[in-house]
């Protein structure tokens, strides 16, 4: 599944590159967009030779180009290795755990996978972007909005909005809210440029240098670099196929006495799994006997079918020890960025200062143009589309990693995850996926310690690519 050299082209009107001088292309390409990291062993002579169909004398003369251009070392008998140039070890800080005091360097990271989720054109071969490919998206929602609001005057676009957000959809949102059966006033939500925004503020209102944040290990990877840059210590709490182990967690807010803990209570990512009532009830008298926050985000809640067994944590503490977060990125557009914070009022007052302080207000004319969405009365149609075509390729994408040797981790009733173990080095199986085309995201990444892992996180709605299963077989036979 490799790239063969003769199919990386020249820049316009260049003339033809060599074998050499495109294998040192294919390299310099690779570490500048972080794939083979700053440490990181390359590929022996041998093995690049055989994967990209040339000569040893070849592959030698290339990586002798790449440490003259400052992109490898060479070591003597061991191999050429990829040089730090940044001068700051790259810069890259990762969390530790206190059975591990040692930082774990991981291959692939954080920002190369957003950055390449920019850059993938085919979400079919897109498996680790976390968004439904946009043909399953309805822009006409978007479109009819913005055609209404072309038509009101423009002058009440002019100015800078509110701290908290355009009222009528916060209006809008109370009303959402009570459906999940959580109260709260306009003044208890805050808009935010979605879930990751939310996040920040939640961070720099909160946590100290020095205090302990609980997450989910396997958990949503963004929100790691944020608190630990907030001076946090990162402790995972490990999951089972039937969610959070609520034992081990436990014990480790005995040991740790955290500021806070974050969680998806309903289809959790990367696992999928949601939280019963006992579940939620147990995490809320923890909560209370031990004194930490719980932020609650519910981003694929509106995933759910209307009949699925959902608990909300923010339903039964009816925000009072409960920050709850949401956001229309999944559902509507991953650009619309419109989320909102639900939260006791004091808290929404520091958060709404602290908006202020950061970015002023949120885009107002996002805030409106969700308004109009969810007000034209179409949105729950498009929502329930969504559902129904999730649930069209869950089996088959299922049955399809089964083939070809991967157990998933729990499959999930509802939702755009699968959480599965590939029996192999999910790092060394992304970075060859990106030789092929394909964007994967490892199971390292979904850790706050980024250990090496097998366990990789799936999007079913982007796994319809016929060549995906070959390739995945392929890596499989190569390390086998």
């Not at 929100?223 to 182990?245: E, K, N």
């Not at 609650?296 to 608990?311: R, S, V």
């Not at 969810?374 to 089964?402: A, C, P, Q, W």
């Not at 060394?428 to 996180?457: D, K, N």
């Amino acid at each position: 599944m490799s790239v063969p050299l003769d199919q990386i082209p020249a820049p316009h009107g260049a003339p033809q590159l060599t074998l050499v001088d495109q294998l040192v292309q294919w390299g310099r390409r690779r570490i500048d967009e972080r794939v083979f990291r700053p440490g990181m062993r390359m590929p022996s002579i041998r093995k690049l030779a055989v994967d990209k169909g040339v000569s040893r004398f070849t592959v030698v003369e290339a990586y002798e180009r790449l440490v003259a251009h400052g992109y490898l070392d060479s070591r003597r008998g061991s191999g050429f290795f990829v040089r730090d140039r940044s001068g700051s070890n790259d810069a890259h800080v990762h969390p530790q755990s206190a059975s591990d005091p040692q930082p774990v360097t991981s291959t692939i990271d954080v920002v190369w996978l957003l950055r390449n989720m920019l850059h993938t054109s085919s979400p079919a071969k897109g498996p680790g972007i976390g968004y439904l490919p946009s043909s399953w998206l309805n822009g006409e929602l978007l479109t009819g909005a913005l055609r209404s609001i072309s038509r009101q005057s423009g002058g009440q676009m002019l100015g800078f909005g509110t701290p908290q957000g355009f009222l009528p959809l916060r209006q809008q949102l109370q009303t959402r809210l009570e459906e999940l059966e959580i109260g709260a006033s306009t003044q208890q939500i805050v808009m935010v440029s979605g879930v990751t925004q939310a996040i920040d503020l939640i961070a720099r209102v909160f946590v100290k240098p020095g205090d302990t944040v609980i997450v989910g290990d396997p958990a949503w990877f963004q929100m790691f670099g944020r608190f630990v840059a907030q001076g946090a210590r990162l402790v995972g709490m490990p999951y089972t196929p039937d969610g959070p182990d609520l034992d081990a967690l436990e014990e480790l807010v005995k040991t740790w006495r955290p500021k806070m803990l974050v969680i998806n209570s309903v289809l959790q990512n990367p696992t999928g799994t949601s939280l019963t009532a006992a579940q939620a009830f147990r995490i809320l008298q923890l909560a209370q006997t031990y004194d930490f926050i719980v932020v609650e985000d519910d981003i694929y809640g509106d995933l759910c079918p209307t009949n699925f067994a959902a608990t909300r944590l923010a339903s039964l503490d009816q925000l009072k020890r409960v920050i709850f977060l949401n956001s229309f990125s999944k559902t509507l557009a991953p650009n619309l960025r419109v989320g909102y914070i639900a939260c006791a009022p004091e808290v929404a007052n520091a958060i709404a200062d602290q908006k202020m302080l950061v970015g002023m207000t949120s885009p107002e004319l996002n805030e409106r143009v969700l308004y109009k969405v969810l007000t034209d009365g179409h949105y729950r149609r498009h929502v329930e589309r969504l559902r129904v075509k999730l649930d069209s390729v869950r089996e088959k994408t299922v049955r399809m990693f089964e083939k070809v040797g991967y157990k998933p981790y729990h499959v999930p009733e509802a939702g755009m995850f699968l959480w599965a173990d590939t029996g192999v080095d999910s790092e060394g199986l992304a970075a060859f996926g990106h030789e092929a085309g394909f964007l994967l995201t490892p199971g390292s990444l979904f850790s706050p310690h980024q250990l090496p892992s097998t366990w990789m996180r799936f999007n079913i709605a982007n796994c319809g690519d016929p060549g995906l299963p070959a390739m995945l077989t392929e890596y499989a036979d190569r390390m086998g």
